[in-house]
């Protein structure tokens, strides 16, 4: 969803509760920055995107730290909460 409103032109403010250190922050922040990169360099790959396209939906993008967030929402035009589902073997989610 992310890449889908950055590729629109949208600022984007991530935000992940699990990172409450500035160290685990910082490893949050390269691995999401390199996951966006390479899902449009994918596309680029494909003849989709230029790579001028792709740096400017990457520089749309950030990851905010728990104590931004309340900043970011301040600021938000639109708020997505997504939250992936895990199934187990047997097919029901996860509790």
Not at 16 to 35: G, N, Y
Not at 62 to 80: H, K, R, S
Not at 86 to 92: E, K, L, P, S, V
């Amino acid at each position: 969803m992310a890449i889908a409103f950055a590729f629109a032109g949208h600022a984007v403010h991530l935000i992940d509760a699990k990172a409450r250190s500035p160290e685990a922050f910082a490893d949050l922040q390269q691995a999401a920055v390199s996951e966006i990169h390479r899902s449009l360099s994918m596309l680029a790959g494909f003849g989709l995107l230029d790579a001028a396209e792709v740096e400017a939906a990457v520089a749309r993008i950030c990851l905010v730290p728990l104590d931004g967030l309340p900043g970011a929402l301040a600021e938000a035009d639109v708020i997505f909460e997504g939250v992936p589902e895990q199934i187990d073997a047997n097919g029901r989610p996860s509790r």
